[in-house]
């Protein structure tokens, strides 16, 4: 019987497949036999097209961070919501992203800070450097809500984006830990309630 022809692979598809891989398995545990097997590739294709296991692994996050973390981020900067609306909703979508049964479990970037002790110096660079955009982006969002009054004037708001960029690596994890999910959400409560309200306005004698 003659043989079929070779199957061609989309390269935005198997980067996807990729992405899946290391997300799961994080760098270290992921085998580029894990790579080819869910890329449908062969490794000379594989490499041809990506370059090497840390070449992948960097295209992997950049795809993941512009992907399905960058709406979430793009919603952060530019709603005209309330700020603790738009915050909630934020927080609430890395919850539901990280508990999403048909992904891995966890945030891919917090998963890569978390691995960043046996990585490449220059995948930890990488990963920090989108913690570091997520940061910035609750930075823009908290200095514009100072700007339009949503807080009080003398409020640190870069104090407060540090705080609020930390509780998402805190959410991721707990997440990925299996915590309950009222717990989940409790914490989010709670990091809501470090933001300072507007300041009431002064009454008339």
């Excluded at 990280?98 to 970037?109: E, L």
């Excluded at 100072?146 to 984006?161: I, K, N, R, S, Y």
């Excluded at 991721?172 to 915590?179: N, S």
């Excluded at 999910?181 to 990091?191: H, L, P, Y």
């Amino acid at each position: 019987m003659a043989r079929g022809r070779p199957r061609k692979t989309d390269p935005e598809a198997a980067l996807q497949d990729i992405v899946r891989v290391f997300w799961e398995k994080g760098f270290e545990g992921a085998s580029l036999s894990d790579l080819t097997a869910a890329s449908g590739m062969a490794k000379p294709g594989l490499y041809a097209a990506f370059g090497d296991k840390q070449a992948m692994y960097a295209k992997a996050l950049t795809h993941y961070f512009n992907g399905i973390s960058g709406s979430p981020l793009a919603d952060l900067v530019n709603s005209s919501d309330p700020l603790r609306d738009v915050l909630r909703r934020y927080f609430v979508s890395i919850v539901e992203t990280a508990r999403d049964p048909t992904t891995p479990s966890g945030c891919f970037v917090v998963n890569s800070l978390i691995e960043s002790g046996s990585m490449p110096a220059a995948l930890v660079a990488l990963s920090r450097e989108f913690d570091r955009r997520r940061r910035d982006a609750f930075r823009t969002r908290l200095r514009a809500a100072q700007q339009a009054g949503e807080l009080a004037p003398g409020t640190d708001a870069d104090a407060l984006a540090d705080f609020f960029s930390s509780q998402v690596l805190a959410l991721a994890v707990m997440v990925r830990a299996d915590t309950e999910f009222d717990a989940v959400m409790r914490t989010i409560d709670v990091a809501l309630s470090a933001l300072p309200g507007r300041p009431a306005p002064d009454r008339p004698d």
